[in-house]
């Protein structure tokens, strides 16, 4: 279901209704709750060496956190969060910058 773009823009069409779906359950591309947490464990452990480098007193090298797959639920928000940002910005600025 968190792929499902047709579904995805039904949640959409009402956002005032009290019920969300259910991403936590995974995708196709197997995202799991167990995925998520060991990819937490991950982050978490990247910045506990960070500190541990910093404490030394060498720069320690950036927190890069794994990136998560995203549902088709919040593609389409950004999708329209962005197009209303591009509109606002075209109201205020003559000439587009593409």
């Not at 995925?35 to 506990?48: C, G, R």
């Not at 927190?63 to 962005?82: G, I, K």
């Amino acid at each position: 279901m968190s792929t499902d773009r047709p579904l995805a823009e039904l949640f959409l069409r009402d956002e005032s209704t009290d019920t969300q779906p259910d991403e936590v359950n995974g995708d196709a591309r197997g995202f799991t709750v167990d995925t998520y947490l060991l990819m937490t464990i991950v982050d978490n452990l990247q910045a506990v060496q960070a500190a541990v480098i910093a404490a030394a007193g060498v720069d320690p090298p950036p927190v890069v956190p794994l990136t998560r797959p995203t549902t088709a639920l919040e593609e389409l928000r950004e999708e329209r969060r962005r197009r209303g940002l591009e509109l606002l910005i075209a109201q205020f600025c003559p000439l587009t910058l593409n």
